[in-house]
């Protein structure tokens, strides 16, 4: 079973900058992917960015592209999403997730990569 702990988030005016974290409790390797997903007031859960922990190739959704940056962190077995130039659409709760085997919905899909293990998720909140 893999366990991830996120870290990070908290609330900051349109134009900030915030930094989540979550680390996982096997080898980042083993899951072969990782990302974040997050869900809005009244939306649908979306994808936001994934990481290839094998290669470290990053994809990111059209709406966070040239803002946002993930990376990981082999050593401590944990991806970072560095956040700037936030804005008030970015409001959500953020969720750290991990890939598994076997398929999965399309709100838990992102660059052909299905996600099985979730975060406790962290708020985001962006005022204007």
């Known amino acids: 079973q893999v366990r991830l702990v996120e870290s990070g988030g908290g609330s900051v005016q349109a134009g900030g900058s915030l930094t989540l974290s979550c680390a996982t409790s096997v080898d980042i390797y083993r899951s072969n992917a990782m990302g974040w997903f997050r869900q809005g007031p009244g939306k649908e859960r979306e994808g936001v960015a994934v990481?290839?922990?094998?290669?470290?190739?990053?994809f990111y959704s059209d709406s966070v592209k040239d803002r946002f940056t993930l990376s990981q962190d082999n050593a401590r077995n944990t991806i970072v999403l560095q956040m700037n130039d936030l804005k008030p659409e970015d409001t959500a709760m953020y969720y750290c997730?991990?890939?598994?085997?076997?398929?999965?919905?399309?709100?838990?899909?992102?660059?052909?990569?299905?996600?099985?293990?979730w975060g406790q998720g962290t708020q985001v909140t962006v005022s204007s």
């Open positions: 990481i290839y922990t094998s290669g470290g190739y990053t």
């Open positions: 997730a991990a890939r598994g085997q076997g398929p999965a919905p399309s709100n838990a899909t992102m660059a052909g990569f299905p996600f099985h293990y």
